[in-house]
């Protein structure tokens, strides 16, 4: 995979720019790994930083290649002068600007306090970009609990996601909350790994729990939407696939938009075809694969729920089976037929699935779309491709 080289503007925790550092190669080459920049930039330099935000990218869009960030230094150090502009931005998260870490991880402390936890050694920075500053917190193994939290802090179109993972706390496997405000959530650890590579019956009862999640906390949809999660019901839903179509249009292929334009006419007569398949709304998990399902031995547990909202609740499958080695595709579309069927007798989750395959494509869409409108332009690199992707790939489906 292609290498990355990381550049870093520095400066102190008040802001004050105090130069850069000569470019550093990465371990892993996806811009958003905060943690290896890092680690790089201790061992070529024998400094501490914390990564605030990129800066640029000489690519359009990740991984690898030249990219630029700034960093906050922990202490006084020798570096090359440069001229840097920092304007503020209205848009910036709170963790991209000097001194946002340091309160986000005070804040966690006292979360921690109230739970008479300590921490155990320095926190470790693992991620930061457009969508989430994330950090692990090694606790006092004499003290009971986990052996470490892990600290989340979001822009404003995920703060939902704390309360949200408090609220499904009693209806199935998902982290445990050890405190949340809005914006910010703080967790305990989940022994076991990452599922990016479950074997296929695991992959099944990871669909078993997220059909278990989604079908007890049916009668909460009003709770839930009060959170602030986003409507993906077919009206608001429809609209903003059209205003993300209308966009993008001039760019797609010409094939591509018409089918794309004649979808789009008969959008409403393919809403009232699922509303017959008697699927009823409910929660949608946004992000649903397995790398998002924490494994150990044989529990599970459904993290990242950011992106969640209120819709279809096949909107997760096509997103599930995208992610999947081609050979498990059948069997676990198979499962999940199996699995809403069960759930809800007399439905037809098959010709469902048919239905909203390009919607579930189209919507993704409209997800890059929001992140592109609410966030920063230094960090569009980071999404600037995916819908247009994405609308492409929803032609795919058509045909």
Known sequence: MDELWAELVLVSGDG????????????????????????????AHGVDVTVLRLLRAQREGPPGGAVTYLAEA???????????????????????????????????ASALAARGLQLAGAPEQIKTWNLSSLWRLPLNPAQPGPGSAWLKVVPKFFAHEGALIAALADHGPVPRVLGFERGRVLLAEIPGEDGFHAPLEQRRQMIDLLVQLVTACRARLPELLAL????????????????????????????????????????????????????????????????????????????????????????????????????????????????????????????????????????????????????????????????????????????
Do not use: M
């Open 16 to 43: 004050v720019l105090l130069g850069k550092l000569p470019p550093v190669l990465v371990e892993r080459p996806w811009w958003q790994d905060a943690g290896a920049v890092v680690r790089a930039v201790r061992k």
């Open 228 to 399: 602030g999660l986003p409507d993906f019901r077919a009206q608001p839903l429809s609209a903003a696939i059209e205003s993300s179509f209308e966009r993008y249009c001039s760019e797609l292929d010409p094939e591509d938009a018409r089918r794309l334009s004649l979808f789009l006419d008969q959008l409403d007569a393919r809403w009232r075809q699922l509303t017959d398949c008697g699927l009823p709304d409910g929660l949608v998990h946004g992000d649903f694969h397995s790398g998002n399902v924490r494994v150990a031995d044989q529990q599970l547990a459904l993290i990242d729920w950011g992106d969640a909202g209120i819709g279809h609740p096949l909107l997760d499958q096509a997103a599930f089976l995208e992610r999947v080695p081609p050979e498990q595709r059948q069997p676990l579309r198979e499962h999940f037929c199996a699995a809403w069927q069960r759930a809800v007798p007399g439905s037809d989750p098959a010709r469902a699935a048919q239905l909203i395959a390009p919607i579930a494509a189209a919507r993704q869409t409209v997800i890059y779309d929001r992140f592109l409108d609410q966030i920063e332009p230094s960090e569009h690199p980071y999404h600037r491709r995916d819908p247009l992707r994405w609308l492409a790939r929803a032609a795919q489906v058509l045909r």
């Open 74 to 108: 922990a202490e006084p150090l020798d570096c090359q002068p440069c001229e840097e502009t920092l304007a503020d931005h209205p848009l910036r998260c709170g963790y991209a600007r000097p001194g946002g870490p340091r309160r986000d991880l005070a804040w966690a």
